[in-house]
């Protein structure tokens, strides 16, 4: 398949430079646009704990790479290309992993009870007088 994308950091003239990330792609619902999330763990040094941190970055994704959603990529810094967009996916580090479908795995629906206590008691009596 040959590239015909302008903006392919491979085979096209966008010149890459600048910060380098690795992430996951979160969405890859847009026309040549992949949402590349970052999750990272950040220690609180007052509490001697860490927070969870998380970015979602717009970033170009070129059609001879083909990022799907679950993908995990390197994206790299490059010229603005659309208002929120300045990255571009370079390369492919690892494919989508097989996920277990939640849909596959019965779920206990029914083990919920539910609370057999109604609000019965809270009757408005002192509507009619
Ligand atoms: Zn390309």
């Keep these: 398949m040959e590239c015909k994308d302008r903006n392919c950091p491979i085979h096209g003239t966008l010149s890459t430079r600048g910060t380098v990330l690795e992430g996951k792609v979160a969405s890859d619902k847009m026309q040549g646009t992949a949402i590349v999330q970052i999750d990272r763990m950040i220690k609180v040094k007052k509490y001697d ?15 001879c790479i083909g990022a799907k959603t679950g993908d995990t990529v390197r994206i790299m810094e490059c010229r603005k290309l659309a208002r929120t967009v300045s990255f571009s996916i370079i390369e492919k580090l690892a494919g989508e992993k097989t996920e277990e479908k939640a849909q596959d795995t019965p779920k206990k629906a029914d083990a919920k009870k539910k609370p057999a206590v109604k609000k019965a008691a809270k009757k408005k009596e002192a509507n009619n007088g």
């Design 49 to 63: 704990r860490y927070k969870r941190s998380r970015s979602r970055i717009p970033a170009h994704s070129p059609p």
